[in-house]
């Protein structure tokens, strides 16, 4: 799976359920409550690697966890990866039309925002499980991503 991923630069969008409430210590966040829902999780890959790196970091369970959404890997249940690859980093622009979405929450102010420099609130847009269907559909078309579908 990992293999059909291109080595180029780009960004990604990480969908995955959490089907227990989670408490997680985040990195300088500190303690976080998660609720059960679908969360998306838009980060970006242009360093070595590209989004085939990138990914396949997110693919495995982190010895030492490194992004904030990496406390989260013990957790969650990935259902598919959205990305384009090419080169730019879109992070901000997905997570704010996410978070405009009548039914988004952010779960965590601060979460991925590290290195953000346009404003955003949260890089972590959560949705309740029955408007992911529709929340996706609405994405996809929007960018026109690739989709990787791990379940």
């Known amino acids: 799976m990992i293999a059909s991923l291109p080595a ?26 998660f609720n ?5 999780y838009c980060g970006s890959a242009l360093g070595r690697g590209g989004l085939r790196g990138r990914l396949g970091h997110h ?17 969650r249940d990935l259902l598919e990866v959205l990305y384009l690859s090419n080169g730019e980093k879109l992070e901000c622009e997905f997570s704010q039309y996410l978070a ?31 408007q992911h269907t529709e ?7 929007a960018w026109d991503l690739k989709r990787l579908h791990i379940r």
């Open 8 to 33: 180029l630069g780009g960004s990604y969008i990480l969908i995955f359920r959490l089907t227990d409430k989670v408490e997680a210590v985040v990195g300088r966040l500190g303690s976080v409550t």
């Open 36 to 40: 059960p829902a679908i969360y998306y």
């Open 59 to 75: 693919f495995k369970y982190p010895q030492k966890p490194h992004w904030h959404v990496d406390y989260l890997q013990p957790y």
């Open 100 to 130: 405009r979405q009548p039914s988004a929450f952010i779960p965590v102010k601060g979460f991925g925002t590290s290195d953000c420099l346009k404003g955003c609130v949260s890089h972590l847009i959560g949705f309740d499980e029955k």
């Open 135 to 141: 929340i996706l559909r609405k994405f996809t078309l």
